[in-house]
Nanobody, 124 residues
Framework: QVQLVESGGGLVQAGGSLRLSCAASGGTFNSGAMAWFRQAPGKERALVAA????????SYADSVKGRFTISRDNAKNTVYLQMDSLKPEDTAVYYC?????????????????WGQGTQVTVSS
């Protein structure tokens, strides 16, 4: 059973930066792809970024391309989301997710484990 714990969320002004971390335990971290999703009030959970098992392949939502960067350190069992040039519309709860498959997927249903989420609030 994989456990995922997110950290790094908080309150930041528009234009600022945050770095989210997701630490995995209880399983084989480097066995599958990882992703960050987010969910704003009244909206569905949506993919922000995903990274393949090896880290060689990534995928981003159009709204964050050029501003966010996903990375992983398999030696530390950790995946990161560097968020720059933050906008108020980035405000949401951000969730870390992992899946058994090695390739990225944009569908939340394809992910097997989820963290509890961390709040990111961007003020204007």
């Amino acid at each position: 059973q994989v456990q995922l714990v997110e950290s790094g969320g908080g309150l930041v002004q528009a234009g600022g930066s945050l770095r989210l971390s997701c630490a995995a335990s209880g399983g084989t971290f480097n066995s599958g792809a990882m992703a960050w999703f987010r969910q704003a009030p009244g909206k569905e959970r949506a993919l922000v970024a995903a990274i393949s098992r090896s880290g060689s392949s990534t995928s981003y939502a159009d709204s964050v391309k050029g501003r966010f960067t996903i990375s992983r350190d398999n030696a530390k069992n950790t995946v990161y989301l560097q968020m720059d040039s933050l906008k108020p519309e980035d405000t949401a709860v951000y969730y870390c997710a992992s899946r058994y498959g090695m390739y990225v997927s944009s569908a939340a249903g394809n992910y097997n484990y989820w963290g509890q989420g961390t709040q990111v609030t961007v003020s204007s």
